[in-house]
Protein backbone atom coordinates (compact mmCIF):
# COMPACT_ATOMS: atom_id res chain seq x y z
CA UNK A 1 0.00 0.00 0.00
CA UNK A 2 1.23 3.35 -1.14
CA UNK A 3 0.75 6.87 -2.26
CA UNK A 4 1.69 7.21 -5.78
CA UNK A 5 1.64 10.81 -8.14
CA UNK A 6 3.15 12.37 -11.34
CA UNK A 7 3.26 15.07 -13.78
CA UNK A 8 3.33 15.15 -17.75
CA UNK A 9 4.43 18.78 -18.74
CA UNK A 10 3.94 20.08 -22.06
CA UNK A 11 7.51 21.03 -22.26
CA UNK A 12 10.37 19.47 -20.48
CA UNK A 13 10.94 21.87 -17.64
CA UNK A 14 11.48 21.84 -13.47
CA UNK A 15 9.83 18.86 -11.86
CA UNK A 16 10.13 20.56 -8.48
CA UNK A 17 6.44 19.76 -7.58
CA UNK A 18 8.06 16.13 -6.30
CA UNK A 19 8.72 17.70 -2.69
CA UNK A 20 5.00 19.16 -2.73
CA UNK A 21 3.83 15.49 -3.61
CA UNK A 22 5.92 13.35 -1.40
CA UNK A 23 5.56 15.61 1.80
CA UNK A 24 1.42 15.38 0.81
CA UNK A 25 1.84 11.74 0.24
CA UNK A 26 3.59 10.87 3.49
CA UNK A 27 0.88 9.47 5.23
CA UNK A 28 0.48 6.91 2.98
CA UNK A 29 4.04 5.23 2.59
CA UNK A 30 6.15 6.12 5.77
CA UNK A 31 8.45 3.42 4.81
CA UNK A 32 10.48 4.82 1.81
CA UNK A 33 10.30 7.10 -1.22
CA UNK A 34 11.26 7.40 -4.28
CA UNK A 35 10.67 9.55 -7.67
CA UNK A 36 11.73 9.07 -11.23
CA UNK A 37 12.11 11.74 -13.41
CA UNK A 38 11.96 11.32 -17.47
CA UNK A 39 12.98 12.80 -21.46
CA UNK A 40 15.03 12.78 -22.44
CA UNK A 41 16.97 11.05 -20.51
CA UNK A 42 15.84 9.15 -17.05
CA UNK A 43 16.96 10.15 -13.55
CA UNK A 44 15.78 8.75 -10.33
CA UNK A 45 16.54 8.67 -6.50
CA UNK A 46 14.86 8.89 -3.07
CA UNK A 47 16.07 12.59 -1.16
CA UNK A 48 14.64 14.86 -4.18
CA UNK A 49 17.33 16.51 -6.42
CA UNK A 50 17.29 19.27 -8.71
CA UNK A 51 15.43 17.65 -11.81
CA UNK A 52 14.34 18.66 -15.08
CA UNK A 53 12.07 16.06 -17.62
CA UNK A 54 8.70 16.16 -19.43
CA UNK A 55 7.40 13.45 -17.24
CA UNK A 56 7.68 12.94 -13.16
CA UNK A 57 6.57 9.82 -11.38
CA UNK A 58 6.81 9.71 -7.41
CA UNK A 59 6.21 7.34 -5.04
CA UNK A 60 5.76 6.80 -0.74
CA UNK A 61 6.44 2.84 0.04
CA UNK A 62 4.31 1.09 2.81
CA UNK A 63 5.90 -1.76 3.18
CA UNK A 64 3.58 -4.93 2.85
CA UNK A 65 5.02 -7.96 0.58
CA UNK A 66 9.23 -7.99 0.45
CA UNK A 67 10.42 -5.48 2.84
CA UNK A 68 13.30 -5.16 1.49
CA UNK A 69 15.22 -2.64 -1.05
CA UNK A 70 14.21 -4.75 -4.20
CA UNK A 71 10.77 -3.56 -3.79
CA UNK A 72 11.82 0.13 -4.21
CA UNK A 73 9.70 1.92 -6.34
CA UNK A 74 9.66 3.57 -9.07
CA UNK A 75 10.59 0.21 -10.79
CA UNK A 76 11.83 0.15 -14.13
CA UNK A 77 11.82 -3.25 -16.29
CA UNK A 78 15.47 -4.60 -17.01
CA UNK A 79 15.23 -3.18 -20.63
CA UNK A 80 14.01 0.20 -19.43
CA UNK A 81 10.89 0.57 -21.40
CA UNK A 82 8.10 0.69 -18.32
CA UNK A 83 8.72 2.66 -15.60
CA UNK A 84 6.02 1.87 -13.20
CA UNK A 85 4.26 3.53 -9.48
CA UNK A 86 2.01 1.08 -7.67
CA UNK A 87 -0.33 1.38 -4.95
CA UNK A 88 -2.16 -1.68 -3.68
CA UNK A 89 -2.40 -5.40 -3.63
CA UNK A 90 -1.72 -8.03 -6.02
CA UNK A 91 -3.13 -10.99 -3.73
CA UNK A 92 -2.77 -13.85 -6.82
CA UNK A 93 0.86 -12.46 -7.47
CA UNK A 94 2.45 -15.60 -6.32
CA UNK A 95 0.36 -17.69 -8.97
CA UNK A 96 0.89 -14.92 -11.79
CA UNK A 97 5.12 -15.25 -11.04
CA UNK A 98 4.99 -18.86 -11.57
CA UNK A 99 2.87 -18.88 -14.92
CA UNK A 100 5.39 -15.59 -16.03
CA UNK A 101 8.52 -17.54 -15.04
CA UNK A 102 7.33 -20.66 -17.23
CA UNK A 103 7.51 -17.84 -20.08
CA UNK A 104 10.87 -17.38 -19.63
CA UNK A 105 10.70 -14.01 -16.69
CA UNK A 106 13.05 -13.66 -14.84
CA UNK A 107 12.64 -12.22 -11.07
CA UNK A 108 15.10 -10.76 -8.78
CA UNK A 109 12.16 -9.54 -5.97
CA UNK A 110 9.40 -11.28 -3.96
CA UNK A 111 7.52 -8.23 -4.54
CA UNK A 112 3.98 -8.30 -6.20
CA UNK A 113 4.87 -5.01 -7.69
CA UNK A 114 7.79 -6.55 -10.15
CA UNK A 115 5.05 -9.10 -10.84
CA UNK A 116 2.75 -6.51 -11.71
CA UNK A 117 5.50 -4.96 -14.26
CA UNK A 118 6.91 -8.10 -15.29
CA UNK A 119 2.73 -8.98 -16.63
CA UNK A 120 2.21 -5.34 -17.98
CA UNK A 121 5.06 -5.98 -20.02
CA UNK A 122 3.99 -9.37 -21.25
CA UNK A 123 0.13 -8.60 -21.76
CA UNK A 124 -0.50 -4.60 -21.70
CA UNK A 125 -4.14 -4.12 -20.74
CA UNK A 126 -5.24 -7.79 -21.12
CA UNK A 127 -3.21 -8.39 -17.92
CA UNK A 128 -5.74 -6.38 -15.83
CA UNK A 129 -8.30 -9.20 -15.79
CA UNK A 130 -5.92 -11.49 -14.64
CA UNK A 131 -5.07 -10.07 -10.98
CA UNK A 132 -6.80 -10.45 -7.99
CA UNK A 133 -6.56 -7.61 -5.71
CA UNK A 134 -7.47 -3.58 -5.11
CA UNK A 135 -4.67 -1.35 -6.98
CA UNK A 136 -4.34 2.11 -8.55
CA UNK A 137 -0.72 2.44 -11.01
CA UNK A 138 0.87 4.25 -13.47
CA UNK A 139 3.14 2.84 -16.08
CA UNK A 140 5.17 4.92 -18.59
CA UNK A 141 5.81 3.06 -21.61
CA UNK A 142 8.81 4.89 -23.43
CA UNK A 143 8.78 3.06 -26.63
CA UNK A 144 4.99 3.83 -27.14
CA UNK A 145 5.47 7.08 -25.57
CA UNK A 146 2.46 6.74 -23.48
CA UNK A 147 1.27 7.19 -20.01
CA UNK A 148 -1.49 4.73 -18.37
CA UNK A 149 -3.51 5.39 -15.64
CA UNK A 150 -5.21 2.15 -14.01
CA UNK A 151 -7.25 1.60 -10.89
CA UNK A 152 -9.01 -1.50 -10.02
CA UNK A 153 -12.11 -3.29 -10.19
CA UNK A 154 -14.44 -1.58 -7.68
CA UNK A 155 -11.89 1.22 -7.02
CA UNK A 156 -10.95 0.39 -3.74
CA UNK A 157 -7.20 2.35 -4.37
CA UNK A 158 -8.17 6.28 -5.25
CA UNK A 159 -6.41 7.39 -8.28
CA UNK A 160 -7.31 11.62 -9.36
CA UNK A 161 -6.22 13.83 -12.05
CA UNK A 162 -6.14 16.95 -13.67
CA UNK A 163 -4.88 19.58 -16.08
CA UNK A 164 -3.08 22.35 -14.61
CA UNK A 165 -0.99 25.39 -16.45
CA UNK A 166 1.90 23.64 -17.56
CA UNK A 167 0.40 19.64 -17.93
CA UNK A 168 -1.36 16.86 -16.60
CA UNK A 169 -0.93 15.74 -12.77
CA UNK A 170 -2.48 12.84 -11.02
CA UNK A 171 -2.05 11.85 -7.51
CA UNK A 172 -3.99 8.78 -5.10
CA UNK A 173 -5.48 12.01 -2.98
CA UNK A 174 -6.84 15.20 -3.84
CA UNK A 175 -4.87 17.80 -1.86
CA UNK A 176 -1.88 16.98 -3.52
CA UNK A 177 -2.94 18.10 -6.81
CA UNK A 178 -4.20 21.42 -5.22
CA UNK A 179 -0.77 22.75 -5.02
CA UNK A 180 -0.60 22.76 -8.85
CA UNK A 181 -1.00 25.60 -11.10
CA UNK A 182 -3.66 26.55 -12.34
CA UNK A 183 -5.84 23.97 -10.39
CA UNK A 184 -8.78 25.78 -8.93
CA UNK A 185 -10.47 25.28 -5.61
CA UNK A 186 -14.10 25.97 -7.11
CA UNK A 187 -16.89 24.08 -6.24
CA UNK A 188 -18.47 21.50 -9.29
CA UNK A 189 -22.18 22.71 -9.02
CA UNK A 190 -24.09 19.59 -9.44
CA UNK A 191 -21.84 17.53 -7.19
CA UNK A 192 -22.52 19.46 -4.77
CA UNK A 193 -26.31 19.58 -5.25
CA UNK A 194 -26.36 15.94 -5.15
CA UNK A 195 -24.14 16.09 -1.75
CA UNK A 196 -26.03 18.27 -0.28
CA UNK A 197 -29.54 17.16 -0.96
CA UNK A 198 -28.88 13.32 -1.05
CA UNK A 199 -25.61 12.96 0.64
CA UNK A 200 -23.98 11.42 -2.66
CA UNK A 201 -20.39 11.50 -4.02
CA UNK A 202 -17.59 9.56 -5.92
CA UNK A 203 -20.28 8.40 -7.91
CA UNK A 204 -18.66 9.01 -11.49
CA UNK A 205 -15.14 10.62 -12.15
CA UNK A 206 -16.22 14.05 -11.55
CA UNK A 207 -15.46 15.15 -7.77
CA UNK A 208 -16.32 17.95 -5.81
CA UNK A 209 -13.62 20.56 -7.00
CA UNK A 210 -14.55 21.43 -10.26
CA UNK A 211 -10.77 21.15 -11.86
CA UNK A 212 -10.04 17.52 -10.46
CA UNK A 213 -11.43 14.16 -11.43
CA UNK A 214 -11.21 10.84 -10.54
CA UNK A 215 -10.78 7.76 -13.07
CA UNK A 216 -13.83 5.18 -12.48
CA UNK A 217 -13.33 1.76 -10.87
CA UNK A 218 -12.41 -0.62 -13.51
CA UNK A 219 -11.07 1.63 -16.00
CA UNK A 220 -7.70 3.09 -17.46
CA UNK A 221 -6.77 5.68 -19.55
CA UNK A 222 -4.00 6.44 -21.88
CA UNK A 223 -2.22 9.65 -21.92
CA UNK A 224 -0.25 10.22 -25.34
CA UNK A 225 2.82 11.95 -24.85
CA UNK A 226 3.25 13.00 -27.88
CA UNK A 227 0.44 15.48 -28.54
CA UNK A 228 -0.40 15.20 -24.45
CA UNK A 229 -4.08 14.35 -25.00
CA UNK A 230 -6.15 11.80 -23.10
CA UNK A 231 -8.24 9.44 -24.33
CA UNK A 232 -11.40 8.56 -22.92
CA UNK A 233 -11.42 6.12 -20.30
CA UNK A 234 -11.67 2.76 -20.87
CA UNK A 235 -14.07 -0.14 -18.84
CA UNK A 236 -12.16 -3.13 -19.01
CA UNK A 237 -14.28 -5.09 -16.45
CA UNK A 238 -18.07 -4.37 -15.66
CA UNK A 239 -20.21 -6.36 -13.35
CA UNK A 240 -23.55 -7.44 -15.28
CA UNK A 241 -26.41 -9.13 -14.37
CA UNK A 242 -27.33 -12.59 -16.36
CA UNK A 243 -29.70 -14.75 -15.63
CA UNK A 244 -29.72 -16.53 -12.29
CA UNK A 245 -27.90 -19.29 -11.48
CA UNK A 246 -29.56 -23.03 -11.39
CA UNK A 247 -28.19 -23.75 -8.02
CA UNK A 248 -29.95 -25.00 -5.55
CA UNK A 249 -29.52 -23.14 -2.15
CA UNK A 250 -27.52 -25.53 -0.69
CA UNK A 251 -25.73 -25.61 -3.88
CA UNK A 252 -25.12 -22.14 -3.66
CA UNK A 253 -24.27 -21.66 -0.09
CA UNK A 254 -21.30 -23.85 -0.69
CA UNK A 255 -20.20 -22.07 -3.85
CA UNK A 256 -19.94 -18.79 -1.80
CA UNK A 257 -18.70 -20.62 1.05
CA UNK A 258 -15.29 -21.84 -1.05
CA UNK A 259 -14.99 -18.84 -2.85
CA UNK A 260 -15.28 -16.39 0.58
CA UNK A 261 -12.58 -18.82 1.88
CA UNK A 262 -10.67 -18.38 -0.86
CA UNK A 263 -10.43 -14.85 -0.66
CA UNK A 264 -9.74 -14.53 2.96
CA UNK A 265 -6.93 -17.09 1.98
CA UNK A 266 -5.72 -14.36 -1.05
CA UNK A 267 -6.46 -11.49 1.50
CA UNK A 268 -3.85 -12.89 4.09
CA UNK A 269 -0.90 -12.80 1.99
CA UNK A 270 1.56 -10.20 3.88
CA UNK A 271 5.11 -9.99 5.68
CA UNK A 272 3.65 -7.76 8.26
CA UNK A 273 1.03 -8.78 10.89
CA UNK A 274 -2.54 -8.52 9.61
CA UNK A 275 -5.51 -7.36 11.59
CA UNK A 276 -9.00 -7.22 11.46
CA UNK A 277 -11.82 -4.70 12.16
CA UNK A 278 -14.51 -6.14 14.44
CA UNK A 279 -18.28 -4.70 14.85
CA UNK A 280 -20.07 -8.32 16.06
CA UNK A 281 -22.21 -7.69 12.34
CA UNK A 282 -22.67 -10.94 10.07
CA UNK A 283 -19.55 -9.80 7.29
CA UNK A 284 -16.88 -8.93 10.24
CA UNK A 285 -17.48 -11.60 12.43
CA UNK A 286 -17.24 -14.09 9.86
CA UNK A 287 -13.67 -12.02 8.39
CA UNK A 288 -12.32 -13.19 11.82
CA UNK A 289 -13.89 -16.64 11.60
CA UNK A 290 -12.22 -17.21 8.34
CA UNK A 291 -8.94 -15.74 9.18
CA UNK A 292 -8.60 -18.24 12.05
CA UNK A 293 -9.74 -20.70 10.56
CA UNK A 294 -7.62 -20.36 7.81
CA UNK A 295 -4.25 -19.67 10.00
CA UNK A 296 -5.14 -21.45 13.49
CA UNK A 297 -1.47 -20.22 14.66
CA UNK A 298 -2.71 -16.26 13.72
CA UNK A 299 -1.99 -13.95 15.93
CA UNK A 300 -5.18 -12.36 15.72
CA UNK A 301 -5.78 -8.65 16.62
CA UNK A 302 -9.43 -7.33 16.56
CA UNK A 303 -10.27 -3.46 16.28
CA UNK A 304 -13.83 -2.60 17.70
CA UNK A 305 -15.65 0.59 18.35
CA UNK A 306 -17.71 0.53 20.89
CA UNK A 307 -20.82 3.11 21.23
CA UNK A 308 -21.25 5.46 24.15
CA UNK A 309 -24.90 5.12 23.64
CA UNK A 310 -27.44 1.79 23.92
CA UNK A 311 -26.48 0.75 20.50
CA UNK A 312 -23.21 -0.71 20.75
CA UNK A 313 -23.00 -4.11 19.15
CA UNK A 314 -19.96 -5.00 22.13
CA UNK A 315 -21.56 -7.89 23.22
CA UNK A 316 -22.06 -9.43 20.22
CA UNK A 317 -17.52 -8.28 19.17
CA UNK A 318 -16.90 -10.13 22.36
CA UNK A 319 -18.80 -13.00 21.22
CA UNK A 320 -16.80 -13.39 18.46
CA UNK A 321 -13.50 -12.42 19.87
CA UNK A 322 -13.89 -15.03 22.58
CA UNK A 323 -14.62 -17.63 19.67
CA UNK A 324 -11.97 -16.84 17.58
CA UNK A 325 -9.28 -16.55 20.54
CA UNK A 326 -8.16 -12.71 19.53
CA UNK A 327 -6.23 -10.29 20.97
CA UNK A 328 -9.10 -7.37 21.42
CA UNK A 329 -8.67 -3.97 21.37
CA UNK A 330 -11.79 -1.30 21.64
CA UNK A 331 -12.35 2.68 21.02
CA UNK A 332 -15.13 4.97 22.30
CA UNK A 333 -14.91 7.78 21.22
CA UNK A 334 -17.03 11.22 22.80
CA UNK A 335 -19.26 13.96 20.75
CA UNK A 336 -16.60 15.86 21.85
CA UNK A 337 -13.69 14.07 20.63
CA UNK A 338 -15.75 13.98 17.16
CA UNK A 339 -15.03 18.16 17.39
CA UNK A 340 -11.31 17.73 18.44
CA UNK A 341 -10.90 15.76 15.34
CA UNK A 342 -13.06 17.32 12.45
CA UNK A 343 -10.60 19.66 10.72
CA UNK A 344 -7.65 16.60 10.53
CA UNK A 345 -10.82 14.40 9.44
CA UNK A 346 -12.16 16.41 7.19
CA UNK A 347 -8.50 17.29 5.46
CA UNK A 348 -7.63 13.10 5.68
CA UNK A 349 -11.03 12.68 3.41
CA UNK A 350 -10.22 15.10 1.21
CA UNK A 351 -14.19 15.48 -0.32
CA UNK A 352 -17.15 16.00 2.28
CA UNK A 353 -18.84 13.18 3.80
CA UNK A 354 -21.73 11.91 4.83
CA UNK A 355 -22.54 11.13 8.10
CA UNK A 356 -20.68 10.93 11.58
CA UNK A 357 -20.31 7.38 11.96
CA UNK A 358 -17.31 7.88 9.26
CA UNK A 359 -15.28 8.89 12.58
CA UNK A 360 -15.97 5.43 14.21
CA UNK A 361 -14.08 4.28 11.65
CA UNK A 362 -11.39 6.78 11.92
CA UNK A 363 -10.84 6.12 15.18
CA UNK A 364 -10.41 2.64 14.87
CA UNK A 365 -7.60 2.49 12.47
CA UNK A 366 -6.05 5.24 14.61
CA UNK A 367 -6.14 2.18 17.26
CA UNK A 368 -4.82 -0.27 15.28
CA UNK A 369 -1.97 2.01 14.19
CA UNK A 370 -1.37 2.40 18.40
CA UNK A 371 -1.54 -1.26 18.28
CA UNK A 372 1.53 -1.87 15.55
CA UNK A 373 -0.39 -3.34 13.24
CA UNK A 374 -0.24 -2.19 9.23
CA UNK A 375 -2.68 -4.98 7.29
CA UNK A 376 -6.86 -5.07 8.06
CA UNK A 377 -9.78 -7.24 6.69
CA UNK A 378 -12.65 -5.19 6.97
CA UNK A 379 -15.82 -6.21 5.85
CA UNK A 380 -17.20 -3.05 3.15
CA UNK A 381 -18.95 -4.08 0.20
CA UNK A 382 -20.74 -7.19 1.91
CA UNK A 383 -23.57 -5.46 2.32
CA UNK A 384 -24.27 -3.71 -1.63
CA UNK A 385 -24.14 -7.56 -2.38
CA UNK A 386 -25.82 -9.24 0.38
CA UNK A 387 -28.83 -6.88 0.72
CA UNK A 388 -27.47 -5.75 4.04
CA UNK A 389 -29.53 -2.69 4.36
CA UNK A 390 -33.39 -1.93 4.91
CA UNK A 391 -34.39 -0.20 2.03
CA UNK A 392 -33.46 -3.50 0.02
CA UNK A 393 -36.65 -5.20 1.48
CA UNK A 394 -38.28 -2.98 -0.35
CA UNK A 395 -36.32 -3.52 -3.18
CA UNK A 396 -37.51 -7.17 -2.80
CA UNK A 397 -41.40 -6.57 -2.25
CA UNK A 398 -40.99 -3.93 -5.18
CA UNK A 399 -39.13 -7.51 -7.47
CA UNK A 400 -42.28 -9.49 -6.56
CA UNK A 401 -45.14 -7.11 -7.43
CA UNK A 402 -43.36 -6.15 -10.88
CA UNK A 403 -43.55 -9.93 -11.83
CA UNK A 404 -46.95 -10.28 -10.54
CA UNK A 405 -46.14 -12.51 -7.71
CA UNK A 406 -48.36 -11.32 -5.38
CA UNK A 407 -49.20 -14.01 -2.70
CA UNK A 408 -45.74 -13.79 -2.45
CA UNK A 409 -45.54 -10.18 -2.12
CA UNK A 410 -48.32 -10.55 0.86
CA UNK A 411 -46.23 -12.89 2.46
CA UNK A 412 -42.84 -11.21 2.36
CA UNK A 413 -44.17 -8.01 3.47
CA UNK A 414 -45.81 -9.80 6.41
CA UNK A 415 -42.86 -11.40 7.30
CA UNK A 416 -40.77 -8.16 7.15
CA UNK A 417 -42.59 -6.28 9.57
CA UNK A 418 -41.05 -8.54 12.21
CA UNK A 419 -37.35 -8.26 10.50
CA UNK A 420 -35.98 -5.17 12.66
CA UNK A 421 -33.50 -5.14 9.88
CA UNK A 422 -36.04 -4.28 7.09
CA UNK A 423 -37.78 -1.14 8.49
CA UNK A 424 -40.77 0.43 6.48
CA UNK A 425 -40.66 -2.37 3.48
CA UNK A 426 -43.75 -0.78 1.88
CA UNK A 427 -43.04 2.69 2.02
CA UNK A 428 -39.90 1.94 0.27
CA UNK A 429 -41.23 -0.37 -2.22
CA UNK A 430 -43.18 2.68 -2.89
CA UNK A 431 -40.17 4.31 -3.71
CA UNK A 432 -39.45 1.77 -6.47
CA UNK A 433 -42.66 1.13 -8.12
CA UNK A 434 -43.79 5.04 -8.30
CA UNK A 435 -43.99 6.30 -11.90
CA UNK A 436 -40.97 9.47 -12.28
CA UNK A 437 -43.28 11.64 -13.20
CA UNK A 438 -44.76 11.58 -9.94
CA UNK A 439 -41.68 11.48 -7.09
CA UNK A 440 -41.73 15.86 -7.54
CA UNK A 441 -44.87 15.50 -6.42
CA UNK A 442 -44.51 12.71 -3.76
CA UNK A 443 -41.81 14.40 -2.24
CA UNK A 444 -43.92 17.45 -1.71
CA UNK A 445 -46.67 15.73 0.23
CA UNK A 446 -44.23 13.69 2.37
CA UNK A 447 -41.78 17.04 3.07
CA UNK A 448 -38.54 15.70 1.03
CA UNK A 449 -38.52 18.34 -1.81
CA UNK A 450 -35.75 18.24 -4.28
CA UNK A 451 -34.82 21.85 -3.50
CA UNK A 452 -35.41 22.41 0.49
CA UNK A 453 -36.13 25.98 1.22
CA UNK A 454 -32.61 25.77 3.05
CA UNK A 455 -30.86 25.01 -0.74
CA UNK A 456 -30.41 28.01 -2.81
CA UNK A 457 -32.10 27.10 -5.76
CA UNK A 458 -30.85 30.34 -7.44
CA UNK A 459 -27.52 29.33 -7.49
CA UNK A 460 -27.62 26.03 -8.62
CA UNK A 461 -30.08 26.77 -11.70
CA UNK A 462 -28.21 29.51 -12.73
CA UNK A 463 -25.23 27.05 -13.32
CA UNK A 464 -27.42 24.82 -15.35
CA UNK A 465 -27.85 22.14 -12.64
CA UNK A 466 -30.64 20.30 -13.03
CA UNK A 467 -32.49 19.91 -9.48
CA UNK A 468 -33.57 16.19 -9.73
CA UNK A 469 -33.49 13.07 -8.57
CA UNK A 470 -30.64 9.88 -8.78
CA UNK A 471 -33.34 7.62 -8.96
CA UNK A 472 -32.90 5.36 -11.35
CA UNK A 473 -35.53 3.06 -13.34
CA UNK A 474 -35.50 -0.33 -12.56
CA UNK A 475 -36.83 -3.52 -14.21
CA UNK A 476 -38.25 -6.93 -13.02
CA UNK A 477 -35.91 -7.68 -11.04
CA UNK A 478 -35.67 -4.78 -8.55
CA UNK A 479 -33.34 -6.20 -5.89
CA UNK A 480 -30.83 -7.02 -8.41
CA UNK A 481 -31.08 -4.03 -10.15
CA UNK A 482 -30.59 -2.02 -7.07
CA UNK A 483 -28.18 -3.75 -5.54
CA UNK A 484 -25.84 -3.69 -8.76
CA UNK A 485 -26.15 0.60 -8.28
CA UNK A 486 -25.55 0.37 -4.92
CA UNK A 487 -22.35 -1.79 -5.39
CA UNK A 488 -20.93 0.98 -9.15
CA UNK A 489 -22.63 4.49 -7.77
CA UNK A 490 -24.89 5.18 -5.20
CA UNK A 491 -23.37 3.13 -1.57
CA UNK A 492 -20.35 1.42 -2.26
CA UNK A 493 -18.19 4.44 -4.19
CA UNK A 494 -17.99 6.73 -1.12
CA UNK A 495 -17.77 4.05 1.77
CA UNK A 496 -14.38 2.75 -0.42
CA UNK A 497 -13.30 6.58 -0.12
CA UNK A 498 -13.97 6.57 3.46
CA UNK A 499 -12.04 3.12 3.73
CA UNK A 500 -8.87 4.13 2.01
CA UNK A 501 -8.14 7.72 3.19
CA UNK A 502 -9.12 6.87 7.58
CA UNK A 503 -6.57 3.55 7.12
CA UNK A 504 -4.02 5.55 5.27
CA UNK A 505 -4.07 8.66 7.45
CA UNK A 506 -2.97 6.32 10.03
CA UNK A 507 -0.57 4.30 7.91
CA UNK A 508 -2.60 1.18 7.57
CA UNK A 509 -3.53 -0.83 4.55
CA UNK A 510 -7.08 -2.18 5.17
CA UNK A 511 -7.98 -5.35 2.74
CA UNK A 512 -11.22 -5.70 1.69
CA UNK A 513 -12.27 -9.48 0.77
CA UNK A 514 -15.70 -9.53 -0.28
CA UNK A 515 -15.31 -7.13 -2.97
CA UNK A 516 -13.34 -9.73 -6.13
CA UNK A 517 -15.15 -9.97 -9.82
CA UNK A 518 -15.71 -13.86 -8.63
CA UNK A 519 -17.37 -13.58 -5.41
CA UNK A 520 -19.20 -9.97 -6.77
CA UNK A 521 -20.42 -11.61 -9.93
CA UNK A 522 -21.46 -15.13 -8.09
CA UNK A 523 -23.81 -13.40 -5.15
CA UNK A 524 -25.15 -11.04 -7.95
CA UNK A 525 -26.48 -13.80 -9.99
CA UNK A 526 -28.10 -15.64 -7.36
CA UNK A 527 -31.97 -15.50 -7.60
CA UNK A 528 -32.98 -12.61 -5.20
CA UNK A 529 -34.14 -14.98 -2.67
CA UNK A 530 -31.34 -16.80 -1.95
CA UNK A 531 -30.27 -12.97 -0.73
CA UNK A 532 -33.23 -11.96 0.82
CA UNK A 533 -35.33 -15.01 1.84
CA UNK A 534 -39.05 -15.16 1.86
CA UNK A 535 -39.09 -14.80 5.38
CA UNK A 536 -37.40 -11.34 5.31
CA UNK A 537 -34.06 -12.70 6.22
CA UNK A 538 -30.88 -10.71 4.59
CA UNK A 539 -28.01 -12.04 3.90
CA UNK A 540 -29.46 -15.51 3.43
CA UNK A 541 -27.54 -17.30 1.68
CA UNK A 542 -24.59 -16.10 3.36
CA UNK A 543 -25.81 -16.91 6.82
CA UNK A 544 -26.27 -20.65 5.43
CA UNK A 545 -22.69 -20.75 3.92
CA UNK A 546 -21.17 -19.93 6.95
CA UNK A 547 -23.07 -22.15 9.54
CA UNK A 548 -20.04 -24.34 11.67
CA UNK A 549 -17.83 -21.53 11.18
CA UNK A 550 -19.56 -18.35 12.76
CA UNK A 551 -21.06 -18.61 15.95
CA UNK A 552 -24.11 -19.43 15.82
CA UNK A 553 -26.20 -16.38 17.79
CA UNK A 554 -24.43 -14.01 15.01
CA UNK A 555 -25.92 -15.65 12.25
CA UNK A 556 -29.10 -15.57 14.23
CA UNK A 557 -28.75 -11.85 14.66
CA UNK A 558 -31.68 -9.44 13.51
CA UNK A 559 -30.50 -6.15 14.19
CA UNK A 560 -27.96 -4.22 12.05
CA UNK A 561 -25.62 -1.24 13.30
CA UNK A 562 -22.30 -1.52 12.36
CA UNK A 563 -20.07 1.60 13.25
CA UNK A 564 -22.52 3.68 13.90
CA UNK A 565 -22.26 6.90 15.92
CA UNK A 566 -25.25 8.12 18.38
CA UNK A 567 -25.21 10.77 15.98
CA UNK A 568 -28.80 12.58 16.93
CA UNK A 569 -27.06 12.18 20.39
CA UNK A 570 -24.14 14.01 19.88
CA UNK A 571 -26.23 16.61 17.85
CA UNK A 572 -27.90 17.71 21.33
CA UNK A 573 -24.86 17.50 23.01
CA UNK A 574 -22.89 19.14 20.63
CA UNK A 575 -25.85 22.20 19.78
CA UNK A 576 -23.77 25.28 20.95
CA UNK A 577 -20.88 24.31 18.54
CA UNK A 578 -23.31 23.49 15.97
CA UNK A 579 -24.86 27.02 16.09
CA UNK A 580 -21.64 28.39 16.54
CA UNK A 581 -20.61 26.67 13.39
CA UNK A 582 -23.89 27.89 11.41
CA UNK A 583 -23.41 31.63 12.50
CA UNK A 584 -19.81 31.55 11.00
CA UNK A 585 -18.70 33.81 8.71
CA UNK A 586 -17.40 30.89 6.13
CA UNK A 587 -20.96 30.40 5.83
CA UNK A 588 -21.72 33.30 4.64
CA UNK A 589 -19.64 32.67 1.66
CA UNK A 590 -20.91 29.43 0.91
CA UNK A 591 -23.61 30.88 -1.48
CA UNK A 592 -25.73 27.60 -2.68
CA UNK A 593 -26.37 27.16 1.46
CA UNK A 594 -29.73 30.11 2.66
CA UNK A 595 -27.83 30.80 5.99
CA UNK A 596 -30.99 32.44 7.89
CA UNK A 597 -33.58 28.85 6.63
CA UNK A 598 -30.77 26.57 7.20
CA UNK A 599 -30.26 28.27 10.71
CA UNK A 600 -33.97 28.36 11.23
CA UNK A 601 -34.02 24.67 9.85
CA UNK A 602 -31.78 23.43 12.40
CA UNK A 603 -33.70 25.15 15.26
CA UNK A 604 -36.54 22.74 14.27
CA UNK A 605 -34.74 20.28 14.31
CA UNK A 606 -33.41 20.48 17.66
CA UNK A 607 -37.12 21.72 19.12
CA UNK A 608 -38.55 18.05 17.22
CA UNK A 609 -40.42 19.93 14.75
CA UNK A 610 -38.74 18.48 11.99
CA UNK A 611 -36.83 15.40 12.29
CA UNK A 612 -33.57 14.85 12.51
CA UNK A 613 -31.21 12.97 9.80
CA UNK A 614 -28.41 13.09 8.42
CA UNK A 615 -28.62 16.59 6.60
CA UNK A 616 -26.91 18.54 9.59
CA UNK A 617 -23.91 16.75 9.62
CA UNK A 618 -23.47 17.43 5.60
CA UNK A 619 -24.14 21.26 6.44
CA UNK A 620 -21.20 21.72 9.16
CA UNK A 621 -18.84 19.04 7.15
CA UNK A 622 -19.61 21.13 3.98
CA UNK A 623 -18.27 24.29 6.36
CA UNK A 624 -15.85 22.47 7.77
CA UNK A 625 -14.26 21.89 4.15
CA UNK A 626 -14.66 24.84 2.72
CA UNK A 627 -12.76 26.49 5.39
CA UNK A 628 -9.61 23.70 5.19
CA UNK A 629 -9.61 23.78 1.64
CA UNK A 630 -10.34 27.64 0.90
CA UNK A 631 -13.28 26.41 -1.58
CA UNK A 632 -14.67 29.13 -3.86
CA UNK A 633 -18.25 28.89 -4.91
CA UNK A 634 -17.79 32.01 -7.13
Known sequence: MCGIAGIVLHKPGALNWAVQALGSLHHRGPDDQGWLAWGPTTRRGRAWEQAEG?????????????????????????????????????????????????????????????????????????????LVGMFAFAVLDTQEQSLYL??????????????????????????????????SRQAHPAGLYRYL??????DGDQTLFADI????????????????????????????LKAPLELSFEQAAEAVRAQFLENVRLHLRSDVPVGAALSGGIDSSAIVMAMRHLEPDLELHTFTYVADSGISEESWADLVGQAAGVRAHKVK??????????DHLVRVQGEPFGSTSIYAQYRVFRLAQEAGIKVMLDGQGADEVLAGYAVYGGARLASLVRQGRWGEALAFLRSSRLEP??????????????????????????????????????????????????RSVHGREVLREELLQSLTETSLPK???????????????????????????????????????????????????MQGLVPQAILDRK????????????????????????????????????????????????????????????????IAWARSFGVRFD
Not at 173 to 181: G, H, M, R, S, V
Not at 598 to 608: N, S
Open 54 to 130: SVLLVHRRLSILDLSEQGWQPMSSPDERYHLVFNGEIYNYLELRQELQALGYCFRSHSDTEVLLAAWARWSTECLNR
Open 150 to 183: VRDFFGIKPLYYGRFAEGVGFASEIPALLELPGI
Open 197 to 202: RFGLTD
Open 213 to 240: RQLPAAHYLRLNLRDRQFGSPTRYWQPT
Open 333 to 342: PSAYELVADL
Open 421 to 470: ALKDTWKSAIGFLLPARLEPLARRLIGQELAPSWLNRTWFTERGVPLTSP
Open 495 to 545: LLRYEDRNSMAHSIESRVPFLTPKLVELLLNLPEAYILSPEGQTKAVFRRA
Open 559 to 622: DKVGFATPEQRWLDQLAPWVKQQLDASTLSQIHPLRQTLLQEEFAAVLAGRKPFDTRVWRWINL
